[in-house]
């Protein structure tokens, strides 16, 4: 296991975000990912990273969660054309990485 690039289970991400599943299973959630390196050239150890999440969008308001609408366009059996429109939720997760390096010479 490297460290410096874990893999993170959403479950995980959710808590770490402080949030519950139960919370945004209906309408999906907004996840910012912050990685911060505050490295140290001179000793080499001091170069890991730590990871923070926090929830984006507001539970309170009306644009609450995560979602997107698609359309599939068909021939029906009748021969005219017919759509149906898809409304799905998930979970938004937007990386930002940070860093600063030092060393002293």
Do not use: M
Request: aromatic share 12%; hydrophobic share 30%; glycine share 8%.
């Amino acid at each position: 296991r490297n460290n410096s690039c874990p893999n993170f289970q959403l479950g995980a991400i959710i808590r770490e975000a402080g949030q519950k599943f139960q919370d945004i299973k209906l309408n999906g959630c907004v996840i910012e990912a912050i990685i911060s390196w505050d490295c140290n050239f001179d000793d080499s150890n001091q170069c890991l990273p730590t990871y923070t999440f926090l929830r984006l969008d507001t539970p309170s308001h009306n644009n609450v969660g995560f979602h997107l609408r698609y359309t599939d366009h068909y021939i029906g059996n009748d021969g005219k054309d017919e759509r149906t429109l898809y409304r799905a939720f998930g979970v938004r997760v937007i990386v930002t990485v940070r860093g600063k390096g030092r060393k002293f010479s």
